[in-house]
């Protein structure tokens, strides 16, 4: 079935289970490019994430999803109408890595979840580098994205959702460069760093607050060197 068909037909559906689980309230889509690449960068506390994000979203938008989702007779092929695309989670995934970058350099909006899996307890985890490696590669801004309440219609560990009788919230922050992320440092630390700053642009975003201040970083101050591992992540239980 063609995306163009399937998208206001997917938008319909989940608007109207919105309405019936608490409803849906979306913040910031002002700050979401209409035209050129985008990386959408969320939060992930529930599976129900991606197609809430997704009509959300003012424009269309690429889904980098674990590949068991699409082993399921069901889910497996909407998720590839509504544009999704298969990652192996835990490795090194080249090509769907190339996938991103490929759809980023062509215009598409990419979501990817920076965290690399779901949260179990819902509180903002590590940000991988990965993700800032293919905002960097692509040369696109990177919109940090928060979803609040996603947890209580569809909990971790859990296949039905529920009503949660309040509103679920998506948050869209003002675009940011990986060159104001890093601080202009350059190498393995250039990642950390922009990770670690990604965080805090997240947490910012759950707490409704301005950024965190991106001030310059002096490249001859000392930083501390830990191993970079940007698309790996421990194994999820």
């Avoid at 996938?99 to 990817?112: D, H, N, Q, T, Y």
């Avoid at 001030?215 to 194994?235: L, R, S, V």
């Amino acid at each position: 079935m063609p995306y163009w068909l399937i998208r206001p037909i997917a938008w319909v559906l989940f608007q109207s289970l919105y309405l019936l689980f608490g409803g849906l309230k979306v913040e910031g889509r002002e700050n979401v490019p209409q035209t050129g690449g985008a990386l959408i960068t969320p939060n992930h506390i529930s599976d129900s994430d991606p197609p809430t994000i997704a009509i959300a979203l003012p424009r269309a938008c690429w889904v980098m999803a674990k590949e068991e989702i699409f082993a399921m007779k069901i889910v497996g092929p909407i998720s590839r109408w509504l544009h999704g695309f298969p990652v192996k989670r835990y490795t090194a995934d080249r090509p769907a890595l190339r996938r991103a970058e490929e759809l980023l350099k062509s215009g598409e909006a990419v979501m990817i979840f920076p965290e690399g899996k779901l949260s179990e307890d819902g509180k903002l985890q590590p940000i991988l580098p990965g993700s800032l490696l293919i905002a960097r590669s692509a040369n696109v801004p990177i919109i940090p994205t928060v979803v609040i309440g996603t947890d209580l219609i569809i909990p971790y560990g859990k296949l039905i959702p529920r009503p949660s009788f309040r509103k679920t919230i998506v948050r869209f922050g003002p675009p940011v460069t990986v060159a104001e992320l890093t601080g202009g440092i350059k190498g393995g630390d250039a990642l950390r760093v922009g990770a670690e700053r990604l965080h805090g642009m997240l947490l910012a975003l759950q707490n409704n607050q301005p950024y965190p201040e991106l001030a310059a970083i002096d490249p001859a101050a000392p930083t501390t060197k830990t191993a970079i591992e940007p698309f790996e992540t421990p194994n999820a239980s």
